[in-house]
């Protein structure tokens, strides 16, 4: 049962709007491939302002993906692709559909 979730906002550098919409796209294949992650959604808010929300049955699942693969690749790109570091909120899910 889907119980925990994270919704991270991320904004974009100037001029690099297309390069972090690209790169939430590419992230698709990484996340997929995640046992534990239960959805995945990247969106976009504004012209530069993204976002990533997923979901996790467990709290292990939940840590499992903010060290994983998506959590790394953007770490290494965040310097170049964002304003600020991303906001990473914890979020409880008492009901979904």
């Known amino acids: 049962m889907i119980k925990l979730g994270l919704l991270i906002t991320l904004e974009a550098k100037p001029d ?3 390069a972090l ?3 939430l796209k590419s992230a698709l294949p990484l996340a997929q491939n995640e046992p534990d992650t239960v959805t995945w959604y990247a969106f976009k808010i504004n012209s530069n302002t993204f976002g990533i ?3 996790f049955n467990s709290e292990q ?3 499992a993906h903010l060290s994983g693969p998506v959590a790394q690749a953007l770490i ?3 310097n170049e ?3 600020k570091p991303p906001l990473i909120q914890n979020i409880d899910i008492p009901a979904y559909k």
């Open 76 to 78: 290494a790109r965040a």
């Open 21 to 23: 919409e690209f790169f």
């Open 61 to 63: 699942g939940r840590q």
């Open 81 to 83: 692709l964002l304003t």
């Open 16 to 18: 690099k709007e297309a």
């Open 53 to 55: 929300f997923d979901t």
